[in-house]
């Protein structure tokens, strides 16, 4: 089996992954301030918690949206497992053919969750990675990445609303009984689910449109699971597609 880590803005998603099945997945805070021996404590907690022997672990493997902190939990990983660990970026094979302006600019997180839909999902792809930031991959027929689009997380969105209007509070992101709220919480709480449900629904309908195809729709990330089911559009959730995808890349370049 491989260890897993995707470093992101807000979490670090943590897995042990091999060909049949995926053991564990779990998050923990991203903290730019937390030292090498921090991380280390922390990846053995979560290994130790599911009493995965660290002698399974074949190798491990990377990828990174917060540069600050990839090369310390590199060395953390590299400290519980007494082995080299891989790092997704310049010089790893992925297989992946970006049709980007400049290819290099695409998120380590955005090639692995391209990786694993090709490799389990019918052409063309519209990926939907809901984290800190929504992003949207758009793979086409010859599994070519053409593109996508980013755009504010919910959790984003959420803090500027109570940040900028004075009478508004946090509030949780979860449904609310009904469509119309009936008070500022559940007002709030149907703007956030059914806006960002109508805009996913929208997208795709216009990726459509500009692709001339019908596409296989894959959501994944931290807050996916909260909007999909809400969505008019069939869209395949897919918790785990990220570290499919680190595995795939893994495998390639072993």
Do not use: W
């Not at 030292?35 to 493997?61: F, M, N, P, Q, S």
């Not at 080299?84 to 053919?97: E, F, H, Q, Y």
């Not at 391209?114 to 019918?122: D, L, N, S």
């Not at 758009?138 to 984003?156: A, L």
Request: aromatic share 4%.
């Amino acid at each position: 089996m491989v260890l897993a880590i995707d470093i992101g803005n807000t979490n670090i998603v943590v897995g042990c992954i091999d060909d049949e099945k995926t053991y564990f997945i779990e998050r923990l805070s991203t903290v730019r301030t937390k030292t090498e021996l921090e991380y280390a404590v922390d990846l053995k907690t979560v290994v130790d918690i599911y009493h995965v022997k660290r002698t399974d672990i074949e190798g491990c493997i990377i990828s990174s949206v917060v540069p600050q902190i990839t090369n310390i939990v590199k060395l953390a990983a590299e400290k519980i497992l007494e082995k080299d660990v891989m790092v997704l970026g310049p010089g790893v094979k992925t297989g992946l053919n970006i049709m980007m302006d400049n290819p290099g600019q695409l998120g380590a997180d955005l090639v692995a969750n391209a990786v694993a839909g090709i490799a389990e999902y019918p052409v063309p792809l519209v990926i939907i990675d809901m984290g800190t930031a929504s992003t949207v991959s758009v793979v086409d027929d010859k599994k070519h990445y053409v593109g996508g689009m980013i755009y504010p997380g919910m959790g984003v969105s959420l803090d500027a609303l109570t940040a900028h209007a004075s009478q508004l509070s946090g509030i949780s992101i979860e449904a609310p009984k009904r469509i119309i709220g009936k008070n500022t919480i559940d007002c709030m709480k149907s703007g956030m689910i059914y806006s960002n449900a109508a805009a996913l629904d929208g997208i795709i309908d216009r990726i459509e449109e500009e692709l001339h195809q019908e596409v296989t729709v894959i959501a994944t990330g931290g807050l996916a699971k909260k909007i999909i089911p809400y969505c008019r559009r069939k869209i395949i959730l897919d918790e785990v597609l990220l570290l499919k995808g680190l595995l795939v890349i893994y495998e390639k370049n072993k």
